[in-house]
């Protein structure tokens, strides 16, 4: 059967993936090693680091660590040319083909492919989602596993198939002799879906790492010291985990394809929707019809190359492939102790060379997601597709004006203003913030508040660092407002330049709305008006803001008379590491924690700091960006009449991974620079605290520089209103220029 995008689209097809399974990140690699022309890749998942379920209980025995068992899909999104926007799904429009996300951003889709995994039935039982850890998602039940020492009575596994005997015997590895373990199943042998002899095997192995069977038995209810079975018998608990059936995600229960009588999305063998030829589905979320299955991992690895083959092939218009999965497989499962469990039809058998072959397949699996290669050759430019479906929609390649022609269309400009005041606001935006839509000038008039006695006025620019075009105006704003903060102002209005990237106008539109709405949003919460601002085209995305502030009295100033002979503490109240992490982001060496540690660093806004700063007449301040701490510590020493600048280096606060990656050579662009401020020191000045100290940062945290009889009461009142990284990271000081030591000021 032929079928494709043929003579839908003008120039481009976004193809959006929602969420990073196992049959995703396939696609994702498949897409990195062979870019598809004119498809524009975009990821969505709430997880940045997502597990490999098959290792799961061999990380919870402790064979393998948490880089043995993770997919960094940072990483993996980078690799592919994809965009990577970190959120969950809400609500999807099949309609409009229209993706409503749960910070109530829209992003369009032209082809949808969903393998997200399913959700924990906690409502199966009455009181399961009070007092039980699901064992899915993975990443949530990791972070609610208990240490070996909170033991303290029974551990209950409600749940008596494969994964349920697995992680009772990780657990006994886990938690020692001692640990008083039960596990609960409703059919009347474990491993009900496998041969006898595979039940009996797995049962000996329980029963020899005494874990307590309770066969035959349905859980009627969960209270807070016990689990009710129907044939009215109890059981104490200290810890339930729940590995028993699984939901489809909420949002797929307003999804409007087929689906079978579970929820679960109703595909053909192709793995395309049988009533949506646009949306394809892979893992525990799809169905395929006529062919019942287990919800297991191994179904959705195998569909990973089916699926890539087919999104392909729909979108060229060419032949899909049919699949469907093998009644008959070989299940692996961990025993403990090097051993394993092998499975197929009749066939079972149990020893330590089967723990091998589980080891090996499971290791060369990551390994494919982990080694990722450097690629030579760059994605088709985006026309190429165009050509191909007989459309002229092109972005010409000859002539292209770098001048005032490098505007965005007024029309572009005017949907686009409209569609982001709209995106706004429904995300929370106050109206009364919002620009107003008419604007056609460049300048604006500014209504200044009676009674401002000073005004202030800052600009700031930043290229784009992270892919998801409305986190980065967030941020672009955050940054741009932080000068008019620290300058103890209130930002009145906002002028922004926007540069996007040459490409279709499209797909410029959308990223424009993108941006903006998320950077009106920033402006609201902080009572900033944009009235106006310019439009590019260049080769590379960026964002800016000339920002006014005001002042409706006088600022105290500290004269340098009166702040001789005082010592003045600094004082950080964010983590350092925003320019390496986002320089290793760019070359694939990041870690998926620390790019999302750098984000929520980033989003954090320096208004409430700047206040509480602002109430100490003789404290100073700033932010930290683009010259790095040193620089900017350096820097306030003019306002105080000091001479130069100890800091800690090794006291300072870092971003997660931001010192691993400095030992390692990692650098921003702009560090060498930034360094030329180095003069004596008592630390290695190379040392990865210390060359920190010159890390360009985006967003950064306030520096102050605070009386030192003011900075124990300054910390807490940080500390209490969220800035929780608030630390002393040095002093001014008599002694000329900078120095690093490894002293420290008591705090």
């Not at 909170?150 to 008596?160: F, N, T, W």
């Not at 191994?298 to 083959?309: D, E, K, Q, S």
């Not at 700047?610 to 683009?626: L, S």
């Not at 870092?654 to 004596?680: C, E, M, P, R």
Request: hydrophobic letters at 40%; glycine letters at 8%.
């Amino acid at each position: 059967m032929k079928t494709g995008l043929r003579d839908k689209y003008s120039s481009y097809i976004d193809l959006v993936l929602v969420g990073g399974g196992h049959a995703q990140i396939q696609v994702l690699k498949s897409f990195g090693m062979k870019p598809e022309a004119g498809v524009r890749l975009t990821l969505i998942t709430d997880v940045l680091n997502t597990p490999y379920s098959g290792m799961l209980p061999g990380h919870i025995e402790g064979i393998w660590s948490d880089q043995d068992i993770y997919i960094n899909l940072v990483k993996l999104a980078r690799f592919a040319g994809a965009r990577l926007i970190h959120q969950s799904v809400k609500f999807i429009n099949t309609d409009t083909k229209t993706i409503y996300l749960n910070n109530k951003i829209k992003l369009k889709y032209d082809v949808l492919s969903v393998n997200c995994g399913a959700a924990p039935d906690l409502n199966s039982i009455p009181g399961a989602e009070l007092y039980a850890v699901a064992v899915k998602p993975i990443s949530m039940f990791l972070n609610k596993l208990p240490p070996a020492s909170a033991i303290s009575g029974p551990v209950c596994i409600i749940g008596a198939g494969a994964a349920g005997a697995e992680l009772a015997l990780a657990f006994r590895h886990r938690y020692g002799a001692s640990a008083d373990i039960h596990l609960i199943g409703r059919s009347e042998r474990v491993l009900p879906t496998r041969s006898r002899h595979a039940s009996q095997l797995l049962t000996r192995a329980l029963k020899q790492n005494d874990i307590t069977l309770h066969l035959g038995k349905a859980v009627s209810r969960i209270t807070a010291t016990d689990i009710h079975l129907f044939d009215k018998t109890k059981l104490a608990y200290a810890h339930i985990f729940l590995v028993t059936s699984a939901r489809p995600a909420d949002w797929l229960s307003d999804l409007t394809v087929t689906k079978d009588a579970d929820g679960y999305i109703q595909i053909s063998s192709s793995l395309q929707s049988v009533s949506n030829k646009h949306i394809f589905a892979a893992g525990d979320i799809a169905s395929i019809s006529g062919h019942p299955r287990e919800k297991a991992g191994v179904f959705a690895v195998r569909a990973g190359p089916v699926l890539c083959h087919n999104l392909r092939a729909f979108i060229r218009g060419e032949t899909l492939i049919s699949w469907q999965p093998q009644r008959q497989y070989l299940a692996l499962i961990g025993l403990g102790n090097g051993r394993a469990l092998a499975s197929w039809g009749a066939f079972s058998s149990a020893g330590h060379f089967w723990w091998k072959l589980k080891a090996f397949i499971d290791r060369r699996f990551m390994q494919k997601f982990s080694a990722l290669p450097v690629m030579s050759e760059s994605a088709a430019p985006l026309p190429v597709l165009a050509r191909q479906m007989g459309r002229v929609s092109e972005i010409p390649d000859a002539m292209f004006c770098a001048a005032c022609g490098a505007k965005t269309g007024a029309d572009t400009l005017k949907a686009a203003l409209q569609a982001a005041c709209e995106m706004a606001e429904d995300a929370g935006a106050d109206p009364n913030y919002l620009p107003h839509q008419t604007i056609t000038t460049d300048q604006a008039e500014i209504s200044v508040p009676a009674g401002t006695r000073s005004l202030s006025q800052s600009v700031d620019y930043i290229s784009q660092h992270v892919s998801d075009p409305f986190c980065f105006g967030r941020i672009a704003a955050l940054h741009a407002l932080s000068d008019i903060f620290v300058a103890g102002h209130q930002p009145l209005s906002a002028l922004t330049t926007v540069i996007l990237q040459r490409d279709h106008e499209d797909l410029q539109a959308n990223d424009l709305i993108q941006m903006l709405a998320g950077s009106l949003i920033e402006l609201s919460r902080h009572q900033t008006k944009l009235v106006g601002g310019h439009t590019s085209i260049a080769e590379y995305a960026g964002l800016g803001f000339a920002v006014t502030g005001m002042a409706a009295k006088p600022q105290a100033q500290v004269e340098p008379d009166k702040a001789s002979g005082m010592t003045f503490d600094l004082l950080l109240t964010k983590p350092l590491g925003t320019g390496v992490i986002l320089a290793a982001e760019m070359r694939q060496l990041c870690a998926a924690d620390s790019y999302e540690d750098a984000v929520t660093v980033m989003l954090q806004s320096n208004f409430q700091a700047a206040q509480i700063i602002a109430q100490y007449p003789q404290a100073v301040m700033t932010d930290v960006t683009g010259f790095g701490l040193a620089r900017h510590a350096l820097n306030l020493t003019q306002r105080v009449s000091a001479n130069g600048v100890t800091l800690f280096p090794e006291t300072c606060p870092f971003i997660t991974g931001a010192l691993s990656l400095s030992a390692k050579g990692v650098q921003s662009s702009a560090f060498t620079a930034n360094q030329h401020s180095l003069t004596d020191s008592a630390l290695d000045p190379h040392s990865p605290s210390a060359k920190l100290m010159f890390d360009p940062q985006t967003s950064g945290g306030v520096l102050a520089a605070v009386p030192q009889t003011q900075t124990r009461d300054c910390l807490q009142r940080l500390h209490q209103a969220g800035y929780s990284h608030t630390t002393v990271v040095g002093h001014l000081s008599d002694r000329p220029g900078l120095q690093f030591t490894k002293e420290t000021r008591a705090e």
